[in-house]
C-alpha cells in the first residue's frame, strides 16, 4: 500500500488546524491492549467464488465454497468474517458426491459463526458453502491516513449517471476490508489458494489475482470470466477490478505484464507503466528470487480510497497515475509508487506480515524499494535523494518519535499505516544495509524470502535470517530500531590543537528522555593526501574521538556515507562546507553545504558556492539551490540574475527550468516578457503554467489574453491552477465555465484548498442556476473527495464556512430555488429552511 499525502495539515486562510484522524482522539485505554497475531484455529486451503453484480443498488451477489482445515487442535466450528452481508444459505458441501447439508450459524452482522457437522482434526479438510449479498454502501465502517476508508468493494459511477466518470468496480482489501465482499478469515496470517467466477456486462474488462482460465458468454450479453489463483496468498489481496479499459500488453520472461487504463491513456501507458519489466527484473535480481507470480498487471481506478494496492499479481493505482504526454515531460511522477507496489509482491505478497503490528515488514521495504529503484536506474544521487525526501518525511512529524516501529499497542489497525512503519521503516533498512555491507544485506533478504515464503513473518523472523547469514547477534538493531522509538539528535563539534597535532571529535546525543542510541558511524577525515576512515561506536550521551594529524584535516565528516537516521547540528566552519561539497561528494554531503551556505549570504565564500549548486550535475540540487536563493537581498538579486535568466531557457530539465522561471517572475521586470511568452507554449505544464504567472506579474492584459487562449485547450497541473487563478481575476458569466472546470480538475492538495474562497466568492456573483449548480457541484465533490480521517475538520468548514454563506447570499438577493439547491448539498439542511 503507497500512502499519499493529499492535503497540508494547516488550512490557511480559515486560521483552522485539521485534528489528527478520529482514532488517533480516543483516550489511552488502548495503550494497555496488546494487539497480537490472530489466533489460527483454522486455516484457509482453498476459496471459489461466484459473483455477479447489481450496477442500480451496488449490491454483490455471491456463492462462495471456502475449504478449510483446523490448525491443530480439533474444532466443531469457524468463525468467518462477514461485514455487512445478508446471508442466505450456510452448507457443508462435500464435492466427492456433489452434496450440500445445511448447517446452524449465528450472524451479527460482522462475524459468521458456523457449527459444524462433527469435530474436525487437522488431518481433515472441510468445504462450507456460503450464498449472500455484499451490500457495500450500507455498511459504515473507517479508514486510515493511508487507506481513506474502508468498506471493501466499490461501485464507481454505477448508473452512469456521472457523463464524464467510467463506470467501474474495484475492490480494496487492506487491512481487513475483504471481507466485506466473501466471506472469509480476514487476517493477515491466513493463506490460501483461489479462483473468481465473475459475471460482468459483455463490455467490461475484468482484472483480479492470477490466471484468466476462460471466459464464457451468455444470451443475456453478460460474460462470466474465471481467474484461477494457484498459489496461496492472504485474503486481504484479493483483488476484483472490472471497467471498459483499454490493455496495453507488455511481458517479461515469457509472463503477462498488462496495464490497464481508461482508452485517452492507451498511447501513453508505456511511457508511465513500460519501466515495469525492467523493475520485474532488478527486483528478481537483488533479491535472487525470480519474480514468483505467473503475471503482473497494473489497472488505474477511479476515485481510488489510496496511492495504491500490492494485490498479488494485480496492483491498484489511484487515477494520478494516468499522466498525459504533456505532463510526462516533468518526468513519470508515479514511477515510485509504481516501483513500490511492485516490490510488495515480494515484500508483503510472497511473505506477508502475520500482523498488523509487523506491518513495516510490508511497508518498509516497500518504501525501500523506491530507493533501490532510483539508485540502479538514475544513479546514487537519485536513490540518495528518495532516502532523503524519506527521512524527512518521518522527521516532519514530532508524533512519530513516541512510535515503535514495530507496534502492538495501538488504537486502531488502520493506525499503523503512518510515516513511521513507511519512512522510518525504509531508513532503518538503508542503515542496516550499510552496517553490514550490500553482499551479507541481499543475501540476508534472499534467505529471509525463501524460508518465509507463502508464509506470514514477523520482524523476529529478519532478524534471524541476518543473524544467520553475518554470523552477528544483532538483538541490539532490532531492540533499538524495530522494537524501541525515536532517533538520535546529535551535536557535533571540533576542537582542534594544532600544537600537540590532536583533534577532538565530540559527539553529543541530545534527544529527549534517558534513550541512549547505539551508532556505528563512519568518521572520515580529509587531508591533501586523501581521506581515511575510522569506524568508531557512539553509545554514551556524550563521546569524545581524538584523532592525531600532521596537518589541520580540510574536513572532518562524520557518518561519511550520511545513513543515520537522525536530527544533526554539525558545527563545521564555511571553509569545512565548501571542501564537503567539492570532495566528500555524496548527495547528503552537497546539500548540506547549499543549506549551511544559504544562510551565509553575505559571505562572498558562500555566494561562489552557491553558484556552483546552480551547474550541481543533479538537477534536484539545481533547484534545491534555487530554492535558497534570498531574492530579497540586493546583492544576491543582481548576481543571480543572468543566472536564473540562463537556468530558464537553457537548463535540459523542465522542473529547473520552471523553478527559474518562477524566481525570474518575482523580479518583475519587463525584459522577460518574451522569455515567459516563449514559455508560455513549453511542451511542461509547470514550465508554461510558472510562465503565465510570471507574465501576470509584468502585464495582466497579455497574461490574461494568453490565459483564455490556453484555457482552450487540455491542461492539467500547474498550467491548469495558473489559468483558473488568472481567469478568476475577472470571474465572470462567460468565462465561468472555463474557471469551474479547471478548479474541478485540480487535485485534493491545499493549492485547490487555497482556491476555494475566491472560487466560492466568484459563485456567489453567479445569477445563473445552471452556473451556480455547476460551481457548488464542484465544491461539493473537493469536500467529499478529502480523505475520510480528516472529514470530520474539513465538513464543517466547507458546510458552514464556504457553502452557507452562498446560500445565505442568495436567500437575501430572494433566489430562493439556488439557495435551496446549495443548502440541499449539506447534511443536516433541509430545503426551505
Known amino acids: 500500500m503507497?500512502?499519499?499525502?493529499?492535503?497540508?495539515?494547516?488550512?490557511?486562510?480559515?486560521?483552522?488546524?485539521?485534528?489528527?484522524?478520529?482514532?488517533?482522539?480516543?483516550?489511552?485505554?488502548?495503550?494497555?491492549?496488546?494487539?497480537?497475531?490472530?489466533?489460527?484455529?483454522?486455516?484457509?486451503?482453498?476459496?471459489?467464488?461466484?459473483?455477479?453484480?447489481?450496477?442500480?443498488?451496488?449490491?454483490?451477489?455471491?456463492?462462495?465454497?471456502?475449504?478449510?482445515?483446523?490448525?491443530?487442535?480439533?474444532?466443531?466450528?469457524?468463525?468467518?468474517?462477514?461485514?455487512?452481508?445478508?446471508?442466505?444459505?450456510?452448507?457443508?458441501?462435500?464435492?466427492?458426491?456433489?452434496?450440500?447439508?445445511?448447517?446452524?450459524?449465528?450472524?451479527?452482522?460482522?462475524l459468521l459463526k458456523v457449527r459444524l457437522n462433527k469435530t474436525y482434526t487437522s488431518r481433515d479438510r472441510y468445504t462450507v458453502y456460503v450464498n449472500y449479498t455484499s451490500k457495500p454502501n450500507e455498511l459504515k465502517v473507517k479508514g486510515s491516513a493511508a487507506i481513506t476508508d474502508a468498506k471493501g468493494l466499490y461501485f464507481i459511477n454505477p448508473t452512469g449517471k456521472d457523463k464524464n466518470k467510467p463506470t467501474e468496480i474495484w475492490t480494496q482489501g487492506e487491512t481487513e476490508s475483504n471481507s466485506v465482499w466473501f466471506p472469509t478469515i480476514d487476517k493477515p496470517n491466513q493463506k490460501t489458494t483461489e479462483e473468481i467466477y465473475m459475471t460482468v456486462p459483455g463490455k467490461y474488462s475484468t482484472l483480479s489475482n492470477g490466471e484468466l482460465v476462460s471466459q464464457k458468454k451468455s444470451e443475456d450479453g453478460t460474460r462470466?470470466?474465471?481467474?484461477?489463483?494457484?498459489?496461496?496468498?492472504?485474503?486481504?489481496?484479493?483483488?476484483?477490478?472490472?471497467?471498459?479499459?483499454?490493455?496495453?500488453?507488455?511481458?517479461?520472461?515469457?509472463?503477462?505484464?498488462?496495464?490497464?487504463?481508461?482508452?485517452?491513456?492507451?498511447?501513453v501507458a508505456r511511457k508511465i507503466f513500460g519501466h515495469t519489466p525492467e523493475m520485474i527484473a532488478f527486483y528478481s535480481h537483488i533479491t535472487g528470487i525470480d519474480y514468483p507470480w505467473n503475471k503482473y498487471s497494473q489497472i488505474v481506478g477511479r476515485d481510488y480510497v489510496s496511492g495504491a494496492m500490492e494485490n498479488t499479481t494485480a496492483t491498484?493505482?489511484?487515477?494520478?497515475?494516468?499522466?498525459?504526454?504533456?505532463?510526462?515531460?516533468?518526468?513519470?511522477?508515479?514511477?515510485?509508487?509504481?516501483?513500490?507496489?511492485?516490490?510488495?509482491?515480494?515484500?508483503?505478497?510472497?511473505?506477508?506480515?502475520?500482523?498488523?503490528?509487523?506491518?513495516?515488514?510490508?511497508?518498509?521495504?516497500?518504501?525501500?524499494?523506491?530507493?533501490?529503484?532510483?539508485?540502479?536506474?538514475?544513479?546514487?544521487?537519485?536513490?540518495?535523494?528518495?532516502n532523503y525526501e524519506g527521512e524527512r518525511s518521518y522527521l516532519s512529524d514530532p508524533e512519530n518519535k513516541a512510535k515503535d516501529l514495530v507496534r502492538f499497542y495501538y488504537a486502531d489497525k488502520e493506525d499503523v499505516f503512518d510515516g513511521v512503519s513507511y519512512s522510518k521503516g525504509g531508513r532503518i533498512l538503508n542503515m542496516l544495509r550499510n552496517y553490514v555491507g550490500d553482499s551479507a544485506f541481499f543475501r540476508s533478504l534472499n534467505l529471509y524470502l525463501r524460508t518465509n515464503k507463502f508464509k506470514s513473518a514477523e520482524a523476529h523472523n529478519l532478524r534471524l535470517a541476518f543473524e544467520d547469514v553475518t554470523g552477528e547477534d544483532l538483538n541490539w538493531f532490532w531492540n533499538q530500531w524495530?522494537?524501541?522509538?525515536?532517533?538520535?539528535?546529535?551535536?557535533?563539534?571540533?576542537?582542534?590543537?594544532?600544537?600537540?597535532?590532536?583533534?577532538?571529535?565530540?559527539?553529543?546525543?541530545?534527544?529527549?528522555?534517558?534513550?541512549?542510541?547505539?551508532?556505528?558511524?563512519?568518521?572520515?577525515?580529509?587531508?591533501?593526501?586523501?581521506?581515511?576512515?575510522?569506524?568508531?561506536?557512539?553509545?554514551?550521551?556524550?563521546?569524545?574521538?581524538?584523532?592525531?594529524?600532521?596537518?589541520?584535516?580540510?574536513?572532518?565528516?562524520?557518518?561519511?556515507?550520511?545513513?543515520?537516521?537522525?536530527?544533526?547540528?554539525?558545527?563545521?566552519?564555511?571553509?569545512?562546507?565548501?571542501?564537503?561539497?567539492?570532495?566528500a561528494g555524496l548527495f547528503l554531503d552537497r546539500h548540506e553545504a547549499i543549506a549551511y551556505c544559504s544562510t551565509k549570504q553575505d559571505n562572498p565564500k558562500a555566494i561562489v558556492l552557491l553558484k556552483r549548486g546552480l551547474s550541481d550535475p543533479f538537477y534536484k540540487m539545481r533547484i534545491y539551490t534555487l530554492e535558497k536563493l534570498n531574492l530579497k537581498?540586493?546583492?544576491?538579486?543582481?548576481?543571480?540574475?543572468?543566472?536564473?535568466?540562463?537556468?530558464?531557457?537553457?537548463?535540459?530539465?523542465?522542473?529547473?527550468?520552471?523553478?527559474?522561471?518562477?524566481?525570474?517572475?518575482?523580479?518583475?521586470?519587463?525584459?522577460?516578457?518574451?522569455?515567459?511568452?516563449?514559455?508560455?507554449?513549453?511542451?511542461?505544464?509547470?514550465?508554461?503554467?510558472?510562465?503565465?504567472?510570471?507574465?501576470?506579474?509584468?502585464?495582466?492584459?497579455?497574461?490574461?489574453?494568453?490565459?483564455?487562449?490556453?484555457?482552450?485547450?487540455?491542461?492539467?497541473?500547474?498550467?491548469?491552477?495558473?489559468?483558473?487563478?488568472?481567469?478568476?481575476?475577472?470571474?465572470?458569466?462567460?468565462?465561468?465555465?472555463?474557471?469551474?472546470?479547471?478548479?474541478?480538475?485540480?487535485?485534493v492538495n491545499q493549492d485547490k484548498l487555497n482556491f476555494l474562497e475566491s472560487f466560492a466568492d466568484l459563485v456567489t456573483k453567479m445569477q445563473s442556476m445552471e452556473k451556480v449548480k455547476k460551481g457548488v457541484d464542484a465544491i461539493v465533490r473537493f469536500r467529499d473527495a478529502i480523505p475520510a480521517a480528516y472529514r470530520n475538520q474539513t465538513d464543517p468548514f466547507i458546510n458552514n464556512t464556504i457553502l452557507k454563506p452562498i446560500a445565505d447570499k442568495k436567500d437575501y438577493d430572494g433566489l430562493k430555488d439556488q439557495s435551496d439547491y446549495i443548502k440541499s448539498k449539506m447534511p443536516g439542511e433541509k430545503k426551505g429552511f
Not at 485539521?18 to 480516543?26: M, Y
Not at 508554461?688 to 482552450?712: C, F
Open 2 to 110: 503507497k500512502k499519499i499525502q493529499f492535503l497540508s495539515i494547516a488550512i490557511c486562510f480559515c486560521v483552522q488546524v485539521f485534528a489528527q484522524p478520529a482514532s488517533e482522539q480516543k483516550g489511552d485505554a488502548w495503550k494497555k491492549v496488546y494487539r497480537a497475531s490472530a489466533t489460527k484455529i483454522n486455516d484457509l486451503v482453498h476459496t471459489k467464488l461466484r459473483v455477479r453484480f447489481n450496477f442500480e443498488k451496488s449490491y454483490l451477489y455471491g456463492k462462495a465454497w471456502i475449504t478449510l482445515k483446523p490448525h491443530f487442535y480439533p474444532t466443531d466450528s469457524l468463525t468467518l468474517d462477514a461485514k455487512g452481508m445478508e446471508i442466505h444459505e450456510v452448507e457443508l458441501y462435500r464435492e466427492k458426491d456433489d452434496n450440500y447439508s445445511p448447517l446452524k450459524y449465528h450472524y451479527d452482522g460482522m
Open 224 to 267: 462470466t470470466d474465471h481467474w484461477v489463483m494457484r498459489l496461496p496468498h492472504a485474503p486481504y489481496l484479493f483483488f476484483m477490478g472490472i471497467g471498459d479499459y483499454a490493455i496495453v500488453k507488455d511481458h517479461y520472461k515469457g509472463k503477462e505484464v498488462n496495464y490497464y487504463v481508461e482508452k485517452e491513456y492507451e498511447p
Open 316 to 386: 491498484l493505482h489511484q487515477e494520478s497515475a494516468q499522466q498525459d504526454a504533456r505532463e510526462l515531460v516533468d518526468g513519470n511522477a508515479w514511477e515510485d509508487v509504481i516501483a513500490h507496489e511492485l516490490f510488495h509482491q515480494w515484500f508483503g505478497d510472497l511473505v506477508t506480515t502475520e500482523s498488523w503490528s509487523n506491518i513495516t515488514l510490508n511497508e518498509s521495504f516497500a518504501d525501500y524499494a523506491e530507493t533501490l529503484w532510483n539508485e540502479y536506474k538514475y544513479g546514487k544521487d537519485a536513490g540518495d535523494a528518495t
Open 482 to 583: 524495530y522494537f524501541g522509538s525515536g532517533n538520535p539528535r546529535l551535536n557535533i563539534d571540533y576542537i582542534y590543537n594544532d600544537s600537540a597535532k590532536i583533534v577532538k571529535v565530540i559527539i553529543s546525543q541530545t534527544q529527549e528522555g534517558n534513550k541512549i542510541f547505539k551508532l556505528p558511524i563512519a568518521i572520515d577525515i580529509y587531508t591533501d593526501t586523501g581521506k581515511v576512515r575510522h569506524k568508531v561506536w557512539d553509545d554514551v550521551k556524550v563521546d569524545t574521538f581524538t584523532f592525531s594529524y600532521s596537518k589541520r584535516p580540510d574536513l572532518i565528516n562524520v557518518d561519511g556515507d550520511k545513513v543515520i537516521l537522525c536530527e544533526k547540528k554539525d558545527n563545521k566552519t564555511i571553509d569545512n562546507y565548501i571542501y564537503q561539497y567539492l570532495h
Open 633 to 747: 537581498k540586493d546583492t544576491i538579486r543582481n548576481e543571480f540574475e543572468p543566472l536564473i535568466a540562463k537556468l530558464a531557457t537553457s537548463d535540459p530539465k523542465s522542473l529547473v527550468r520552471a523553478k527559474a522561471i518562477e524566481l525570474l517572475g518575482k523580479y518583475e521586470r519587463a525584459q522577460y516578457k518574451q522569455l515567459f511568452m516563449n514559455a508560455l507554449n513549453d511542451s511542461s505544464y509547470t514550465v508554461s503554467g510558472n510562465a503565465l504567472e510570471a507574465l501576470m506579474k509584468i502585464d495582466t492584459a497579455a497574461g490574461s489574453a494568453a490565459a483564455r487562449r490556453l484555457a482552450k485547450y487540455p491542461a492539467k497541473g500547474k498550467l491548469n491552477d495558473a489559468i483558473t487563478a488568472t481567469l478568476m481575476l475577472n470571474g465572470n458569466e462567460s468565462n465561468f465555465d472555463v474557471i469551474a472546470d479547471g478548479f474541478d480538475k485540480m487535485p
